[in-house]
């Protein structure tokens, strides 16, 4: 028993060494994305970007991205969303235009680029050239898109309903575009 206990002890004090002082890694959140065809499920990840993963927590929580197009999608790449200044003006063809031009009434996010790969189903900030200037908007990858590795930051990975973000009308901007019916935070 005491061997046991030596054991478990070990464990906990290398546990905490390596995680800086906290045996808990930080917990990733489930998103769920309501989309015409169905629930994309979208896992966190504030190990690789805590300030962007707490902004998108909060304009869920406020419901802002319920009802905002996907204004830009490329096939074979991205399909882009979360312009939520734009708001949900989907049939305006004069707002259309505008659309992705815009973020939130929130500040722009300092960048949290990392080596996590830019890889099928991983959703990463979208941004202006500056590499400081993301906020609101978030773009979900059709494929390999490793050349923006440590260039963007990802935030999450969607991991169930990938199949549903295929289906997002193309176009750039897509001349009937999809739009997120829903976006809710599932587990926190």
Do not use: C
Not at 140 to 156: K, M
């Amino acid at each position: 028993m005491i061997k046991i206990l030596k054991s478990l002890f070990l464990s906990l004090a290398i546990s905490t060494l390596i995680y800086g002082g906290s045996v808990m890694a930080e917990e990733r959140d489930i998103i769920h994305m309501t989309l015409k065809d169905g629930v994309v499920k979208m896992e966190t990840r504030p190990d690789l970007a805590p300030k962007h993963v707490a902004q998108i927590k909060q304009l869920i929580s406020e419901g802002q991205y319920d009802g905002v197009v996907f204004h830009r999608v490329i096939d074979g790449f991205m399909a882009q969303t979360g312009d939520v200044e734009f708001g949900n003006s989907t049939n305006d063809k004069f707002n259309m235009s505008r659309a992705g031009t815009g973020g939130s009434n929130l500040p722009d996010i300092p960048a949290e680029f990392s080596d996590a790969n830019h890889g099928r189903g991983a959703v990463s900030m979208a941004r202006a050239q500056n590499p400081n200037s993301a906020n609101s908007q978030f773009f979900i990858v059709f494929n390999d898109a490793s050349f923006l590795d440590g260039q963007y930051t990802v935030w999450a990975q969607v991991t169930e309903g990938m199949e549903l973000v295929d289906n997002i009308t193309r176009g750039e901007p897509p001349q009937d575009p999809d739009k997120i019916i829903k976006m809710e935070i599932i587990s926190e």
